[in-house]
């Protein structure tokens, strides 16, 4: 189980890389050149990738082996990021703009291998609990790592030295993958898959027709719930997550004050509210997690909220802002990783052939809710102001909360509905 915490942790590691360059050093840097919210938040379009990615997992998942894919996008990365290392963002903005867009290209497609292999480690309610944790956790560790050590230091150590350090990054976690066991079962397996395949004559078609795939996707029980929750349960959170820290920039904090305590503090407590999912989902029912978690994090957006009618800078103000971003922070990371437990529940009863297309098309209304909202919360707070839009972040936030309480008694998360899976 170790090595397969430390094969998945790793893997999300790099892949949540972009994420922390795009979130929080590219809208800190813009908000610095004077650009307005809603061009920063428009700025979103660089993850639209991520939205694609279920056009193609169905070949993903169907054609060649998860050594092979996950190898080459990784290496594609380092060579991404050997030939950024040559840039001048201030001179070159639509040259980083194109860094961003091909990383986030690559680390959607590697998204879909890591994600299928995942599915087939991951055995019974206790290593799916500690297996999403590992994908959480190694994911925000990466954001931390980019947006928020690199945000920190980019200006001592230079663009070209960041990106350096990254293709070294990318290269040691390729060669990794080349020549971890972890994955030599998934190739047995697909090579059995294949040669059935071969004699049916069936896969090669299902390859070059996805919709067969998704027909059989949306037909998995769970699926309906699943859909309607993942779109929507980070709206109001997101919005908040996304304007706060410019509020703060505007009136209270210097970049590399947010730096740290944005990128690097508060997405600490994220990290320990995704491991603590983890360890909680071993001993509580996720219903009742779900449940009270949601309530929590409505409460924290309540005391966020009342921070906006001060804007004369004080340490009182700063320490009340960061307290509110930790705690804002740390239920997020629990959520996150209740929510990715649940909707690997739900693909893992569908049948194996489809379960990493399953995975990748929650995953992508996952990130699809999350950046449409990212991209127009910028626009609502310019034109109604931080807080008429935290008021309508956080009645979003209740309704949400409202909807989980509803499924825990009636809905898809009744106990009898997420049984532990068989080891």
Not at 188 to 210: E, F, I, V
Not at 310 to 330: D, R, T, Y
Request: charged share 15%.
């Amino acid at each position: 189980m170790n090595d397969k915490l430390v094969f998945l942790g790793l893997l999300y590691f790099v892949q949540g890389i972009p994420y922390g360059l795009q979130s929080s050093l590219l809208p800190v840097y813009l908000r610095g050149a004077g650009h307005s919210l809603t061009r920063i938040g428009f700025t979103k379009i660089l993850y639209f990738p991520w939205i694609l990615k279920v056009l193609w997992a169905p070949f993903v998942d169907r054609v060649g082996s998860k050594r092979r894919w996950l190898v080459g996008t990784v290496s594609g990365l380092a060579l991404t990021c050997l030939s950024s290392a040559a840039l001048a963002p201030e001179a070159h903005i639509w040259g980083v703009a194109g860094t961003l867009l091909t990383m986030n290209t690559l680390a959607a497609v590697q998204d879909i291998a890591v994600d299928g292999a995942a599915v087939g480690l991951l055995r019974g309610r206790g290593e799916l609990g500690l297996g999403n944790t590992a994908q959480v956790v190694g994911y925000k560790a990466g954001a931390v790592f980019a947006g928020g050590g690199l945000l920190a230091v980019i200006d001592v150590a230079g663009w070209s030295c960041m990106f350096m350090l990254l293709t070294f990054v990318y290269a040691g976690v390729a060669l990794f993958v080349l020549g971890t066991p972890v994955l030599d079962c998934d190739e047995t397996l697909r090579g059995q898959q294949q040669a059935d395949g071969s004699r049916k004559g069936g896969q090669g078609m299902d390859a070059m027709r996805p919709w067969r795939a998704w027909r059989k996707m949306l037909a998995v029980p769970g699926t309906p719930w699943t859909v309607l929750y993942v779109l929507t349960y980070k709206l109001g959170e997101q919005g908040a997550v996304t304007m706060f820290p410019l509020f703060l920039l505007d009136h209270h904090m210097t970049a590399r004050e947010l730096g740290f305590w944005n990128g690097v503090i508060a997405m600490g407590f994220s990290i320990c509210g995704s491991s603590l999912g983890g360890l909680l989902l071993a001993q509580f029912s996720i219903g009742a997690l779900m449940r009270r978690v949601f309530v929590m994090r409505t409460v924290s957006m309540v005391f966020q909220s009342s921070l906006l009618t001060i804007l004369e800078p004080s340490p009182l103000m700063k320490g009340m802002a960061v307290l509110s971003m930790s705690v804002q922070h740390f239920l997020g990371g629990l959520i996150t990783t209740l929510t990715f437990t649940t909707m690997m529940h739900c693909t893992q009863r569908a049948e194996e052939s489809i379960q990493a297309t399953h995975y990748s098309f929650l995953s992508t209304l996952e990130v699809l809710g999350k950046l449409m909202f990212s991209a127009l919360a910028g626009g609502v707070v310019d034109w109604f102001g931080f807080e008429v839009a935290f008021l309508f972040f956080l009645t979003l936030s209740a309704a949400t909360a409202l909807h989980v309480w509803t499924a825990t008694f009636t809905g898809a998360l009744r106990e009898h509905q997420l049984k532990e899976q068989p080891k």
